[in-house]
């Protein structure tokens, strides 16, 4: 049977507890939401930080207190953000990465229009540090890429050697000013790749769990949480991230394949060992 990783990501830089109260915001809600999902089936977690009001922030600080709370009690993979403000500055992006040395983080392959009310910038020579910083720190670079032309960007680095093969992609669909969440926007996405690339796809909000089901469907790894989406069913407020977790390893068994533990996900990825 396949291995298929199960990505959560329980927090994000933008929900709140007035769109959902059960988000994990400090970093003790956090650790403790993430080993729930650990014990759930969950073999990856991508992390954002929040500052005291809540909001989003790239405090290198909270970042050390919320994995030295998590490798206390478990052994998932840790993909650290490094977009989670977007007033922040160049090194404060980096900064967790130099410290930490995560074996994940995300690499957001271009700037784009965000949420139709400002704009996410991922400068080129931005992106360049990023790549050599991830590089000499042993960070494999998990490539975010929210419409088609950020493949395009990634595999221009890819040809240049910032990137290097085997790379990581995660199709990101139903951002506002990204490609939408539709079935056949994925398959898009998917035909760009070479047939032996990984790769993960999640989408936003109402579109969840239908690209849940066609990355199943179509061999891809998953990512659930409520960065992504607050709503376990139309209508209803998830309770944890655990839950889309829950639902996510009887979905990927239901299917046939096998639901990654963290050291079949670290085969899976390439991951260095540290």
Not at 110 to 139: C, K, Q, Y
Not at 160 to 185: C, R
Not at 230 to 239: D, E, I, N, P, Q
Request: proline content about 5%; aromatic content about 8%; overall charge negative.
């Amino acid at each position: 049977m396949t291995d298929t990783i199960i990505t959560v990501a329980p927090t994000g830089a933008f929900p709140t507890k007035d769109h959902n109260p059960n988000i994990p915001l400090t970093p003790r809600e956090i650790a403790d939401d993430v080993f729930e999902c650990w014990q759930a089936g969950a073999a990856v977690a991508h992390l954002h930080m929040r500052d005291e009001a809540g909001h989003g922030t790239m405090d290198k600080h909270r970042f050390i207190e919320t994995v030295g709370l998590i490798r206390e009690r478990c052994d998932i993979v840790l993909n650290l953000t490094t977009s989670g403000d977007l007033l922040a500055t160049d090194e404060d992006r980096l900064a967790h990465l130099i410290e930490i040395k995560p074996e994940l983080a995300s690499f957001d392959a271009g700037s784009m229009n965000w949420m139709h009310s400002t704009v996410f910038i991922n400068h080129p020579a931005f992106l360049e540090r990023l790549a050599a910083v991830m590089n000499d720190n042993g960070v494999k670079p998990e490539i975010e890429v929210f419409d088609p032309g950020m493949f395009y960007t990634a595999n221009y680095y890819m040809k240049k050697g910032v990137l290097h093969w085997p790379s990581y992609f995660q199709f990101v669909l139903g951002a506002a000013g990204g490609i939408a969440a539709t079935v056949e926007n994925l398959v898009f996405l998917k035909s760009l790749l070479p047939p032996e690339a990984i790769w993960s796809a999640f989408g936003i909000g109402a579109g969840h769990l239908p690209i849940l089901l066609a990355t199943l469907a179509l061999g891809g790894h998953v990512r659930v949480g409520m960065e992504d989406n607050v709503f376990y069913a139309k209508g209803r407020l998830a309770m944890n991230n655990a839950e889309f977790v829950a639902r996510a390893t009887r979905l990927v068994q239901e299917s046939g394949r096998t639901v990654a533990n963290p050291a079949s996900a670290r085969r899976i990825l390439d991951l260095a060992v540290k």
